[in-house]
């Protein structure tokens, strides 16, 4: 069982920067469609970016120009670099890996925007 593992949420001013990190527990993560999502308090989830087999990247338009996804796959690992960030971007945040047949969540890690 593919497990995914969310790090790197935190407390951050408005105009800062974060960068999550999503472990995957098998190696060939390049052969899973990967994605970060997001949940807002009392609001449902949303796809934030997308990362697929064979490289397009794709953003859901309010973070475009301030996200960026990637992986390594060494590391086995997906990354969601956020800058400017402001309160709309407060939301627990959760790394997605899927495929035909395959669909895997994480937890969630806490992204919250405030000073």
């Known amino acids: 069982q593919v497990q995914l593992v969310e790090s790197g949420g935190d407390l951050v001013q408005p105009g800062g920067s974060l960068r999550l990190s999503c472990v995957h527990s098998?190696?060939?993560?390049?052969?899973?469609?990967m994605a970060w999502y997001r949940q807002a308090p009392g609001k449902q989830r949303e796809f934030v970016a997308g990362?697929?087999?064979?490289?397009?990247?794709n953003y859901t338009d309010s973070v475009k120009g301030r996200f960026t996804i990637s992986r390594d796959n060494v590391k086995n690992t997906l990354y969601l670099q956020m800058s400017n960030l402001s309160p709309e971007d407060t939301a627990v945040y959760y790394c997605?890996?899927?495929?035909?047949?395959?669909?895997?969540w994480g937890r969630g890690t806490q992204v919250t925007v405030s000073s």
């Open positions: 997605r890996a899927y495929r035909a047949g395959w669909d895997y």
């Open positions: 098998e190696t060939g993560i390049y052969t899973y469609n």
């Open positions: 990362l697929f087999t064979g490289g397009p990247t």
